[in-house]
């Protein structure tokens, strides 16, 4: 028996330095520029900044306290934490797979009688009362790495699993600050539109009064009246689009569509549409690779894929397997002592039986399919590669359309600044006029519509740029690294699934594991 038990030991300490057939990922080459296309514009710096909590140049507390909540209440990043257990799961499956595979504890009691007449059976003893126990054990050593290629992917699926985690997190947070926007630049929109309704109001009045004194004809009073109804038509339209944004707020907060309006002007809240920075710190292209959990993910997900290629590779070689049993047996036999049907002796050192030995099989006839399952993983291994190369692409060019977005818009905002300035004044002027009877109508009804365009059109794009900014922020992949040292699962959740089921120490090791690259070690203790 110690000789088998050395055997075994020998044998596993051989294999744990042995090869793993299939290839070692190698992170492939992205197409990333040198610089981004607006290098010289003053207010994008190329200096890098992580964007932690790239929401707070905004300074704007109530936003802060929505993207707050929202980490904490939003389902979908709920469900993306689960993800990060079951990947974490899986891997304690694949590490498990480095162990003996088969094991079975069994035992049985029997009692036998046989046939008299039977052939062979003159002096034998034909009945008998047979006890037994035993352990089977069957362990495929992993001779060429199969197993241990198994837990680099299921390790690298772990770690795609956070890096979704953090994607998730990263368009919560522009989701959450595109719908305060929204509601803010709508909101902003209904104060202009009342504003100009008083105006309006105020030109049919003496559009009123004129026609009363005989001055002018009824065609001033109807067009001024056009006008107003006009301008009052936009805003039911403006608060459409205000409870559409407030809705669906309302969801990224994990809580049914309903009145934020408390929330939302509660004290200490900034008016009107949130202001950008001065300047902004964009960094350079090559962040990206980095910063974005996108990229992340899809380089893990190749990286996995890889070492499925080994997985199946090792099925075209043999497999070694060390098989054994050790057990107890005994029996006792009707021509004893007064039959006697006492297993006492069960457990005796004279009772134990084993035998234990190497084993090998080799597919060698499979009519290509193990082959055939070698070339399926690789093909699917290049287009993760290929997908891998299209997300930095991808993500530069999100980054370069944000960024010509955010500043052609404060371009257009600056210029209909102005034309504010001129159709105010041509509205002042319009008014005194008419009034003095020096103008017809027509100029005023131009004017004043004029005014109502270019101030919603300045809000408008007012927020838009800011929209832009938010979107800047996104593509540069800023905002997950707020949950760094948080759970992924909610404490109350992990209570409950723990009352449910025993977990061990998983609920807590992904949030310990979550900025760990792949183990160096081969080989790892199971997860009990």
Same mark, same amino acid.
């Given at each position: 028996?110690?000789?088998?038990?050395?055997?075994?030991?020998?044998?596993?300490?051989?294999?744990?330095?042995?090869?793993?057939?299939?290839?070692?990922?190698?992170?492939?080459?992205?197409?990333?520029?040198?610089?981004?296309?607006?290098?010289?514009?003053?207010?994008?710096? !190329?200096?890098?900044?992580?964007?932690?909590?790239?929401?707070?140049?905004?300074?704007?507390?109530?936003?802060?306290?929505?993207?707050?909540?929202?980490?904490?209440?939003?389902?979908?990043?709920?469900? !993306?934490?689960?993800?990060?257990?079951?990947?974490?799961?899986?891997?304690?499956?694949?590490?498990?797979?480095?162990?003996?595979?088969?094991?079975?504890?069994?035992?049985?009691?029997?009692?036998?009688?046989?046939?008299?007449?039977?052939?062979?059976?003159?002096?034998?003893?034909?009945?008998?009362?047979?006890?037994?126990?035993?352990?089977?054990?069957?362990?495929?050593?992993?001779?060429?790495?199969?197993?241990?290629?198994?837990?680099?992917?299921?390790?690298?699926?772990?770690?795609?699993?956070?890096?979704?985690?953090?994607?998730?997190?990263?368009?919560?947070?522009? &989701?959450?600050?595109?719908?305060?926007?929204?509601?803010?630049?709508?909101?902003?929109?209904?104060?202009?539109?009342?504003?100009?309704?008083?105006?309006?109001?105020?030109?049919?009045?003496?559009? /009123?009064?004129?026609?009363?004194?005989?001055?002018?004809?009824?065609?001033?009073?109807?067009?001024?009246?056009?006008?107003?109804?006009?301008?009052?038509?936009?805003?039911?339209?403006? /608060?459409?689009?205000?409870?559409?944004?407030?809705?669906?707020?309302?969801?990224?907060?994990?809580?049914?569509?309903?009145?934020?309006?408390?929330?939302?002007?509660?004290?200490?809240?900034?008016?009107?549409?949130?202001?950008?920075?001065?300047?902004?710190?964009? *960094?350079?292209?090559?962040?990206?690779?980095?910063?974005?959990?996108?990229?992340?993910?899809?380089?893990?997900?190749?990286?996995?894929?890889?070492?499925?290629?080994?997985?199946?590779?090792?099925?075209?070689?043999?497999?070694?397997?060390?098989?054994?049993?050790?057990?107890?047996?005994?029996?006792?036999?009707?021509?004893?002592?007064?039959?006697?049907?006492?297993?006492?002796?069960?457990?005796?050192?004279?009772?134990?039986?084993?035998?234990?030995?190497?084993?090998?099989?080799?597919?060698?006839?499979?009519?290509?399919?193990?082959?055939?399952?070698?070339?399926?993983?690789?093909?699917?291994?290049?287009?993760?590669?290929?997908?891998?190369?299209?997300?930095?692409?991808?993500?530069?060019?999100?980054?370069?359309?944000?960024?010509?977005?955010?500043?052609?818009?404060?371009?257009?905002?600056?210029?209909?600044?102005?034309?504010?300035?001129?159709?105010?004044?041509?509205?002042?002027?319009?008014?005194?006029?008419?009034?003095?009877?020096?103008? &017809?109508?027509?100029?005023?009804?131009?004017?004043?519509?004029?005014?109502?365009?270019?101030?919603? !059109?300045? !809000?408008?794009?007012? *927020?838009?740029?800011?929209?832009?900014?938010?979107?800047?922020?996104?593509?540069?992949? *800023?905002?997950?690294?707020?949950?760094?040292?948080?759970?992924?699962?909610?404490?109350?959740?992990?209570? /409950?699934?723990?009352?449910?089921?025993?977990?061990?120490?998983?609920?807590?090791?992904?949030?310990?594991?979550?900025?760990?690259?792949?183990?160096?070690? &081969?080989?790892?203790?199971?997860?009990?």
């Amino acid at each position: 028996m110690r000789s088998v038990v050395i055997l075994m030991l020998g044998t596993t300490l051989i294999v744990s330095g042995c090869m793993k057939v299939g290839p070692d990922f190698i992170t492939p080459p992205a197409p990333v520029a040198d610089s981004w296309m607006e290098p010289d514009d003053q207010q994008l710096m !190329a200096t890098s900044d992580p964007h932690e909590e790239w929401w707070t140049v905004f300074n704007d507390p109530i936003l802060n306290e929505l993207v707050e909540d929202a980490y904490q209440q939003n389902l979908t990043l709920q469900i !993306a934490g689960l993800r990060i257990l079951e990947a974490r799961a899986q891997l304690g499956i694949a590490t498990g797979s480095l162990y003996p595979q088969q094991q079975q504890l069994g035992g049985g009691a029997a009692a036998v009688g046989g046939s008299r007449n039977a052939a062979n059976s003159a002096g034998g003893d034909l009945h008998f009362k047979d006890l037994s126990t035993s352990m089977d054990a069957a362990w495929e050593l992993d001779f060429w790495g199969k197993f241990r290629r198994g837990v680099e992917a299921a390790d690298a699926q772990f770690l795609a699993a956070i890096a979704d985690h953090d994607d998730v997190m990263v368009t919560l947070t522009a &989701d959450v600050a595109q719908a305060y926007i929204l509601m803010r630049t709508n909101e902003e929109r209904i104060v202009l539109a009342n504003e100009s309704v008083a105006i309006q109001e105020r030109s049919l009045e003496i559009a /009123e009064n004129r026609f009363e004194g005989g001055l002018v004809t009824e065609l001033d009073v109807h067009q001024a009246r056009s006008l107003l109804a006009n301008t009052r038509a936009t805003i039911p339209r403006l /608060e459409l689009g205000y409870q559409q944004a407030m809705n669906a707020l309302s969801v990224l907060l994990g809580q049914p569509p309903s009145d934020l309006s408390a929330t939302l002007n509660s004290p200490g809240h900034v008016s009107g549409i949130p202001k950008v920075p001065v300047t902004v710190a964009v *960094g350079v292209p090559a962040d990206l690779l980095r910063r974005r959990p996108d990229v992340r993910r899809a380089e893990l997900q190749a990286a996995a894929q890889s070492s499925l290629i080994g997985v199946a590779k090792a099925d075209l070689l043999p497999h070694f397997t060390l098989i054994g049993s050790i057990g107890l047996q005994t029996s006792k036999s009707s021509l004893t002592r007064n039959g006697s049907s006492s297993f006492s002796d069960l457990f005796d050192s004279d009772s134990m039986t084993y035998f234990a030995g190497p084993s090998l099989t080799w597919d060698l006839f499979n009519y290509g399919r193990i082959k055939n399952q070698v070339r399926v993983q690789d093909a699917r291994f290049q287009q993760l590669v290929v997908n891998y190369k299209n997300t930095v692409l991808r993500a530069a060019q999100e980054t370069e359309d944000a960024m010509v977005g955010f500043l052609k818009k404060q371009q257009e905002a600056f210029f209909l600044a102005d034309a504010v300035k001129a159709s105010q004044r041509s509205v002042d002027i319009s008014v005194l006029q008419y009034g003095e009877g020096l103008t &017809d109508y027509q100029r005023v009804l131009d004017a004043q519509r004029g005014l109502s365009l270019d101030q919603d !059109a300045l !809000a408008s794009i007012q *927020g838009s740029a800011v929209l832009s900014l938010v979107s800047m922020y996104k593509a540069l992949g *800023g905002g997950w690294q707020a949950r760094t040292g948080q759970d992924f699962v909610k404490p109350e959740t992990q209570q /409950e699934m723990a009352e449910r089921t025993d977990w061990g120490g998983l609920l807590e090791e992904p949030k310990q594991e979550a900025d760990e690259t792949s183990k160096d070690s &081969d080989w790892r203790w199971p997860d009990w």
